[in-house]
T-cell receptor, first 114, second 110 residues
């Protein structure tokens, strides 16, 4: 069965802290994605990766960075968390390098920045 | 610039009725149009998808209608059930990336 796991379901951090969100997939997918989901705004793409050590900016990359050292793992980093980064963060994986395909989502991490 | 516009934002339907959610896109380079269903506390999951070489795809009670010339596609849920109550997202994809609509919250009343 397809599985995308995220390191935490709920996270509370303070302004200025460095935050790591981790995502692991077990489907050997080359493509991995990080989205944030806010009410009324749908899913907005932060960063994506088509292969190990490869990353591309999405629509809202400001304030975020990513790391992909292994094929199955894609990490989202908030270098200095701010209150406007309070959101639901969703990781997804799907398909081979640049091909359009179904995306499989993790359960999400609800991050609150105080 | 919003490339995928989804409507309505919310929808209330009686059990047994038809639910219809519409999406419009701008970029003709999109080549894959999935619909995702999301229940509270869960990540979105693929419901049904279509590629632009067909005008309709049906899977059980769920149908996608696709109008390439109008750059529109819609999800029809026949015989809607309370268990269908969820948030639905349309998406348009190309080169591995997906652009999502803002979502529709569907409530099916028993």
């Amino acid at each position: 069965d397809v599985k995308v796991t995220q390191s935490s379901r709920y996270l509370v951090k303070r302004t200025g802290e460095k935050v790591f969100l981790e995502c692991v997939q077990d489907m050997d997918h080359e493509n991995m994605f990080w989205y944030r989901q806010d009410p009324g705004l749908g899913l907005r793409l932060i960063y994506f990766s088509y292969d190990v050590k490869m990353k591309e900016k999405g629509d809202i990359p400001e304030g975020y960075s990513v790391s992909r050292e292994k094929k199955e793992r894609f990490s989202l980093i908030l270098e200095s968390a701010s209150t406007n980064q309070t959101s639901m963060y969703l990781c997804a994986s799907g398909g081979r390098g640049g091909t359009t395909d179904t995306q499989y989502f993790g359960p999400g991490t609800r991050l609150t920045v105080l | 610039q919003q490339q995928v516009k989804q409507s309505p934002q919310s929808l209330i339907v009686q059990k047994g009725g038809i639910s219809i959610i519409n999406c419009a896109y701008e970029n003709t380079a999109f080549d894959y149009f999935p619909w995702y269903q999301q229940f509270p506390g869960k990540g979105p999951a693929l419901l049904i998808a279509i590629r632009p070489d067909v005008s309709e795809k049906k899977e059980g009670r769920f149908t996608i209608s696709f109008n390439k010339s109008a750059k529109q596609f819609s999800l029809h849920i026949m015989d809607s059930q309370p268990g269908d109550s969820a948030t639905y997202f349309c998406a348009a994809s190309m080169i591995g990336k997906s652009t999502f609509g803002d979502g529709t919250t569907l409530t099916v009343k028993p």
